[in-house]
């Protein structure tokens, strides 16, 4: 199923039918076949990109166009494919049952995974910052449940963030 027929469903059945007949089958098939790309939402793919091998000069470039090579404030991460999938794996397995029987609204989640990641920062006319880095991500699902954004750094999350604690999801701030 793609990202678009998930859509369908969610806007036309009630919200318990679609977590229980479409979403979680939906993240365990799609997570298995490592297809990523059906569990994020396009304002993911604005600001980040995935790159089966990360570079500084490639995360960069990115950063230069989605900035208009400057012009404007940006932030983009380039995460590797296989981190990527890691996430999507944990997410399915770990989180989102309970985050559409739980939550059924916007929700940040630590992702007990570690990955490799590139953040490059653009200051309009300024320049440009390139950060490398390997830690946990929190990421940010929709009452829809896909993934709308990540943060290599908790601190630059907004709101509540939940996690695993042992077996029991919890809020971790």
Same mark, same amino acid.
């Given at each position: ?49 995935? +790159? &089966?091998? $990360? ?5 960069? !470039? ?7 090579? %400057?012009? /404007? ?52 006319? +300024? &320049?440009? $910052? ?5 830690? !946990? ?7 829809? %449940?896909? /993934? ?26």
């Amino acid at each position: 199923m793609t990202r678009e027929q998930l859509l369908e469903y969610y806007r036309n059945e009630e919200y318990d039918d679609y977590v229980g007949k479409y979403l979680v089958p939906h993240w365990r098939k799609e997570s298995g076949d490592n297809n990523w790309g059906d569990l994020v939402n396009n304002g993911f793919a604005v600001r980040h990109s995935v +790159e &089966g091998s $990360l570079s500084k000069q490639k995360a960069k !470039k990115i950063c230069e166009i989605r900035s208009q090579m %400057g012009a /404007i404030n940006f932030t983009s991460t380039s995460l590797s494919t296989d981190f990527v999938q890691r996430i999507v794996q944990y997410v399915a397995t770990h989180i989102i049952q309970w985050h559409g029987k739980n939550r059924g609204r916007f929700t940040n989640y630590m992702v007990q995974v570690e990955g490799e990641m590139i953040t490059v920062q653009c200051k309009a006319g +300024e &320049g440009y $910052l390139t950060t490398e880095y390997r830690d !946990k991500v929190v990421v940010g699902i929709d009452r829809d %449940g896909l /993934i709308t954004h990540f943060h290599g750094d908790v601190t630059y999350a907004d709101g509540d963030i939940y996690g695993k604690d042992g077996n029991v999801m919890r809020r971790i701030n």
